[in-house]
């Protein structure tokens, strides 16, 4: 099991561009979660999926955010019409349905200029 | 809603030296316990955890936690600091019932001196 995977590690983008964030979660894991993380503060929850159903989104993700994970597997956060106060780390987590234990990926580092 | 506070934002301890962290929480119920370690550009590892049971738990790299019910609290402790334990250090909190999402806390950046 090579754990939870992101990609890309690093984004930088231009003001009003779009971007998509790709997260592989540990393959027996059917919960999977969003944070995003800024600096000097703590990860905050964005949103998460019980397989393909996503069944929270916090009021952070305004309708510039999506998130989607189409079989049940991966997941892919967009961002469209970025701003600069996207930028932060975009850290994706998963769990055994049931479990408050999450996993954690390295994330992605979204800078936005 | 919970919430969780960190409330020292960085902390200087010598190598071999001892080290606790504190965190406090807010809620009306039992919660769910957690510490993370994060290291630079790296994402979190889960240090350990409390549920339920015996206050006192183990996680890895030699940490422990103690959970206190009268104060609120889940401090991490570790009796002697290896220069490889400077980094990042999260308290979080999953409290209602089949809500598994997470709050964190700030954070405590620790640095380990020679």
């Known amino acids: 099991d090579t754990g939870v995977s992101q990609d890309p590690r690093h984004k930088i983008t231009k003001r009003g561009q779009n971007v998509t964030f790709r997260c592989d979660p540990i393959?027996?894991?059917?919960?999977l979660y969003w944070y995003r993380q800024t600096l000097g503060q703590g990860p905050e929850f964005l949103t998460y999926f019980q397989n393909e159903a996503q069944l929270e989104k916090s009021r952070l993700l305004s309708d510039r955010f999506s998130a989607e994970r189409p079989k049940g597997s991966f997941s892919t956060l967009e961002i469209q019409r970025t701003e600069q106060g996207d930028s932060a780390m975009y850290l994706c987590?998963?769990?055994?349905?049931?479990?408050?234990?999450?996993?954690f990926g390295p994330g992605t580092r979204l800078t936005v200029t | 809603a919970q919430s969780v506070t960190q409330p020292d934002i960085h902390i200087t301890v010598s190598e071999g030296a001892s080290l606790e962290l504190r965190c406090n929480y807010s809620y009306g119920a039992t919660p769910y316990l957690f510490w993370y370690v994060q290291s630079p550009g790296q994402g979190l590892q889960l240090l350990l955890k409390?549920?339920?049971?015996?206050?006192l738990v183990q996680g890895i790299k030699g940490f422990e936690a103690e959970f206190k019910r009268s104060q609120s609290s889940f401090n991490l402790r570790k009796p002697s600091v290896h220069w490889s334990d400077a980094a990042e250090y999260f308290c979080a909190v999953g409290a209602v019932p089949n809500d598994y999402k997470l709050s964190f806390g700030a954070g405590t950046t620790v640095t380990v001196r020679a």
């Open positions: 409390y549920f339920s049971g015996d206050t």
């Open positions: 987590a998963s769990s055994f349905d049931g479990s408050y234990e999450q996993y």
């Open positions: 393959s027996e894991h059917n919960r």
